[in-house]
């Protein structure tokens, strides 16, 4: 379930920023062309007609061509091996960790993937690791790779939004963030019975919305 979303400070920083838990589902009429995305399924015409950029904006506070740097502190190593390997060019070199630092080429962008909601660096480690010691801003090309709609929608359930089991179907393991008595209460709006345990609720609402 996503915890937080980043956002920009007055720095011009990507921040983030907690959110608040507090899920509750109701079912609600189809949306209209410009509806809120939570409310949209993953196939309506709705959401195919919005442009990537929009999607990464809704579920994750910017777009790829938002992003042109980030700190080295904003940033999580993805391939320990290659981080090594930069560690131990710089060791071999004779130079200090900021000489070293120094003689890279810090214009050039490294790659790094938005992915788990976290920065990864995914090539140019040496480029990382000198900016690190230096202290000193990347540039980026960034790839986001996680999926905006199933985002957007535990976004939505994390703020208490109504989100419809319809769009709920195209996630069904998202209903256990829901507790025994909002699973309860959901199970008899859709007219099923709703004692039982929490896992008897849950298979009760899959088999209910395979069907949807």
């Known amino acids: 379930m996503i915890t937080h979303r980043w956002v920009q400070n007055s720095k011009g920083e990507y921040v983030a920023e907690a959110l608040g838990h507090k899920p509750v589902t109701t079912e609600v009429a189809e949306p209209a062309a410009?509806?809120?995305?939570?409310?949209?399924?993953?196939?309506?015409?709705?959401?195919?007609?919005?442009?990537?950029?929009e999607l990464d904006r809704a579920a994750f506070g910017f777009s790829r061509e938002d992003i042109t740097t980030l700190q080295p502190k904003q940033l999580k190593i993805k391939w320990q091996v290659d981080y090594d390997n930069a560690v131990e060019t710089q060791n071999a070199s004779g130079l200090t960790q900021v000489e070293w630092a120094k003689t890279i080429d810090l214009s050039k962008p490294?790659?790094?993937?938005?992915?788990?909601?976290?920065?990864?660096?995914?090539?140019?480690?040496?480029?990382?690791?000198a900016a690190k010691i230096l202290e000193k801003p990347l540039n980026v090309s960034l790839e986001i790779k996680d999926k905006p709609?199933?985002?957007?929608?535990?976004?939505?359930?994390?703020?208490?939004?109504?989100?419809?089991?319809?769009?709920?179907?195209?996630?069904?393991?998202?209903?256990?963030?829901?507790?025994?008595?909002?699973?309860?209460?959901?199970?008899?709006?859709q007219g099923l019975l709703r004692s039982g345990s929490k896992?008897?609720?849950?298979?009760?609402?899959?088999?209910?919305?395979?069907?949807?």
């Open 110 to 129: 490294i790659d790094v993937t938005y992915e788990d909601g976290v920065f990864k660096v995914d090539d140019g480690y040496h480029r990382y690791y």
């Open 149 to 189: 709609h199933r985002t957007i929608v535990e976004k939505a359930l994390s703020e208490g939004k109504p989100v419809p089991l319809r769009v709920l179907a195209e996630y069904p393991d998202l209903l256990n963030e829901y507790s025994i008595t909002e699973l309860s209460e959901i199970c008899h709006k």
């Open 34 to 53: 410009g509806d809120e995305i939570w409310r949209m399924k993953a196939t309506s015409p709705e959401y195919a007609a919005l442009t990537i950029d």
């Open 199 to 212: 896992s008897d609720l849950i298979n009760r609402l899959e088999r209910h919305l395979q069907g949807r």
